[in-house]
């Protein structure tokens, strides 16, 4: 039994060791464990307060997107709206060249003129759906060209200078349309 009580007591010292060990370790570098752990909590505090700067900043920044946004819809929105109204402009002045024919031209069968009708509206939605600005004032350009030479053709039949009892003009400018486009 000796024996058993020498290795009890051995592990018991050796357990008081490591405990002493422990102890004196912690005791040495308590102030090091105590500044860790302050610079831990600093570093965290630190790390708080940036991301709350952060969220700050990108709660101001989406707020100033969002105004913009806004402000921009705003603007399309009048934009649209001017837009829709220059259209319903078009086909009432489109309306307009209608009766202006069916009176100068009375004599005219009715296909003829919704076919001087039809073209004046296809040149218009041709331009009105083209995006690139350029080629949308080609097509405004034509569309005028267009209503110029049906009220000049009017006019000149009222005039009675005209030499057929047809819109030569006008209908020079349908043919040749369709030479190039498909309509």
Same mark, same amino acid.
């Not at 570093?43 to 700067?53: F, Q």
């Not at 296809?122 to 995006?131: A, G, K, V």
């Given at each position: 039994?000796?024996?058993?009580?020498?290795?009890?007591?051995k592990i018991t010292r050796m357990l008081n060791t490591v405990k002493t060990m422990n102890l004196d370790w912690r005791l040495e570098n308590q102030d090091k464990l105590a500044a860790?752990?302050?610079?831990?909590a600093l570093?965290?505090?630190?790390?708080?307060?940036?991301?709350?700067?952060r969220s700050a900043r990108l709660e101001h920044d989406l707020a100033q997107l969002k105004i913009q946004h806004d402000a921009e819809l705003s603007v399309l929105k009048i934009k649209y709206s001017q837009d829709v109204q220059d259209?319903?402009?078009?086909? !009432?002045? #489109?309306?307009? %060249?209608?009766?202006?024919?069916?009176?100068?031209?009375?004599h005219l069968p009715q296909a003829?003129?919704?076919?001087?009708?039809?073209?004046?509206?296809?040149?218009?939605?041709?331009?009105?759906?083209?995006?690139?600005?350029a080629e949308r004032i080609r097509h405004e350009v034509r569309l005028l060209n267009f209503m110029s030479t049906v009220h000049e053709d009017a006019r000149l039949f009222l005039e009675g200078?005209?030499?057929?009892? !047809?819109? #030569?003009?006008? %209908?020079?400018?349908?043919?040749?349309?369709?030479?190039?486009d498909t309509i």
């Open positions: 039994m000796p024996l058993i009580s020498n290795l009890v007591a860790l752990k302050q610079a831990q570093a965290e505090k630190d790390l708080e307060i940036e991301l709350k700067k259209y319903k402009n078009y086909l !009432l002045a #489109l309306e307009q %060249l209608k009766r202006s024919i069916e009176a100068s031209y009375s003829m003129i919704f076919a001087i009708h039809h073209h004046a509206k296809f040149l218009l939605n041709t331009m009105w759906e083209t995006q690139d600005f200078d005209s030499a057929k009892n !047809l819109p #030569l003009k006008t %209908l020079g400018l349908i043919e040749d349309s369709g030479k190039t």
